[in-house]
């Protein structure tokens, strides 16, 4: 976990991330560009080529491949198609324009065939990991397709125009965007990613890079699913004293309410053995 130093949220600080919610708008086109603004300082992030992308890949895919989600979803909106309640790319994109069938097809590290949980858990819900023991997720080129196609097609579908340039002959950016996903194990190691990410976003709007109304969507999700998989994580810490069956049905919940309440029946009973007047 990222520890925040207190002078983050001083009294001045305080106000950089106060929301201002009527500006909230309910449709796909408020939350594709929320995305798309973290993405795109992600992006300048790795730019900078200080080995600062590969602690925080599985957040940063994660954003990436929910960008370009998001996105589809917004057009298929904007042409009056109902966007269905799934997360294949592949699926979305056909029933939209061969411009973004073309362009999803160029995107083979976003796993477009899949939900894209491979970004935000470590194993499927059957307990199946979904990276083998030695993978590199080389992105640079997915990264350069996509930034490219939002300046092409920025007027004619009104996107948000990625304004990072990815150089692919620039060697340490092709570094910087290559992912050793061997280097982050389970789900301790995944959170560990979602925090650096939080903190680099703090830090972003502290700095005056962001305005925390542009990207407060994004932020919360990561949060959350800190939250959620700090929970399944010290769940997991209790092996087998939560049988198969149950393992499995923790691994499909997404409720923190519900995760804490499992592990909290657990906690219990030692937490009542501590002396009320315990000092600690």
């Not at 324009?97 to 097809?105: A, E, G, N, R, W």
Request: aromatic letters at 14%.
């Amino acid at each position: 976990m990222i520890p925040y130093a207190n002078e983050r949220f001083s009294k001045e600080n305080e106000k950089k991330f106060a929301l201002t919610i009527s500006d909230y708008h309910n449709n796909w086109k408020y939350y594709y560009t929320q995305y798309s603004k973290v993405y795109e300082y992600l992006l300048g992030i790795a730019n900078e080529k200080q080995y600062q992308m590969n602690c925080q890949h599985m957040s940063f895919m994660f954003i990436f491949r929910h960008t370009v989600e998001l996105m589809l979803k917004y057009i298929a909106s904007e042409k009056g198609i109902e966007p269905q309640y799934e997360h294949n790319l592949k699926q979305l994109a056909n029933d939209i324009d061969t411009d973004f069938y073309s362009l999803i097809q160029s995107l083979p590290h976003l796993f477009i065939e899949g939900d894209g949980a491979m970004f935000r858990y470590d194993t499927s819900i059957d307990g199946n990991p979904y990276f083998g023991t030695y993978n590199i997720l080389e992105v640079y080129l997915d990264c350069q397709v996509f930034v490219q196609f939002t300046k092409n097609y920025e007027k004619k579908y009104s996107l948000y125009p990625i304004c990072q340039d990815i150089d692919i002959n620039d060697k340490r950016l092709k570094s910087e965007l290559s992912f050793y996903t061997h280097e982050c194990r389970g789900l301790g190691g995944i959170r560990s990613h979602y925090d650096t990410t939080i903190d680099l976003l703090v830090q972003g709007v502290i700095n005056g890079h962001l305005s925390v109304n542009d990207i407060y969507l994004p932020l919360f999700f990561l949060l959350r699913h800190g939250i959620e998989l700090a929970l399944k994580d010290n769940l997991q810490d209790l092996g087998n004293k939560i049988p198969t069956q149950k393992q499995k049905k923790i691994r499909e919940i997404h409720s923190i309410e519900q995760l804490y309440s499992i592990l909290f029946d657990f906690i219990k009973p030692a937490i009542d053995k501590i002396p009320q007047d315990d000092p600690l």
